[in-house]
């Protein structure tokens, strides 16, 4: 049936604080999301919206840590925002958690016609699609989750500033040897961007980049030390640890 899932498993993240329904096949949660919302700050009474959401572990993990916010999941694909509505009501979340279905590429208007007008959200987090000269996934919504060329990015970048208010924070996770196509983009809408290099490893590249950024603000950009995934003998690092199961925050959204 269309908008259906054909099998999914329930699967607890941040040491079991979140437990999420999600397709067994395709794009699945990793530590991306929960990197993300590690990253992205928020206050009680905040408006943040998750765009690209897949089954809200972004925007549900940001939710669990800041109870008083509030938090629209934007997806486009109904079988994903169906889960995503599971998820909202599974862990308990009230009337102040919503999940949409709509296309990042949608008029004004139909953003509008959600809820979401321009300047509605004091946060926007996201992990956009990666860049299309990487191999695409032959899986379609892995597909649609990961590939994208410059013009997809130069779009999602343009929503996150039209949605958010002046002085709003962005909040995203990229890959890292992508990272000047994503700051040439970023400097037309965005200033104060600090960037955080994630590393599997000590010694090893980073893989992703954590930024952080300031819709309509001049200040110069900022490199953090960087967040190892493992230590060098490849065992879990407890930092790492503490962000992906015990639900600390990264440097990111200290504000």
Do not use: Y
Request: glycine letters at 10%; aromatic letters at 4%; one cysteine or more.
């Amino acid at each position: 049936m269309a908008g259906e899932p054909a099998a999914t498993s329930e699967d607890a993240v941040l040491g079991g604080r979140l437990v999420l329904r999600q397709p067994l096949k395709g794009h699945r949660v990793g530590h991306d999301a929960i990197l993300l919302a590690a990253a992205s700050s928020a206050h009680a009474g905040d408006h943040v919206v998750d765009l690209g959401a897949g089954v809200g572990a972004a925007g549900l993990a940001l939710a669990r840590r800041v109870a008083d916010a509030t938090v629209t999941l934007v997806e486009i694909d109904p079988a994903l925002v169906k889960l995503a509505r599971e998820n909202v009501a599974g862990n308990g979340f009230g009337g102040n958690v919503r999940a949409v279905c709509l296309d990042v590429a949608a008029s004004h208007a139909e953003f509008a016609a959600v809820g979401l007008p321009a300047g509605a959200a004091d946060r926007v987090l996201m992990n956009p699609p990666f860049n299309a000269e990487h191999s695409p996934s032959p899986d379609r919504a892995r597909r649609l989750a990961h590939s994208a060329g410059r013009d997809q990015l130069v779009l999602w970048l343009g929503v996150a500033a039209w949605l958010l208010r002046p002085g709003g924070i962005l909040t995203l996770i990229w890959r890292a040897d992508g990272l000047d196509k994503l700051l040439a983009v970023m400097s037309a809408d965005f200033g104060a961007i600090a960037i955080l290099p994630v590393h599997p490893k000590p010694g090893a590249p980073a893989i992703r980049v954590l930024l952080r950024a300031v819709k309509a603000h001049n200040a110069p950009l900022s490199f953090l030390p960087g967040f190892f995934l493992n230590d060098a003998a490849g065992r879990p690092a407890a930092g790492a640890e503490a962000v992906l199961r015990g639900a600390a925050v990264l440097p990111l959204a200290k504000d």
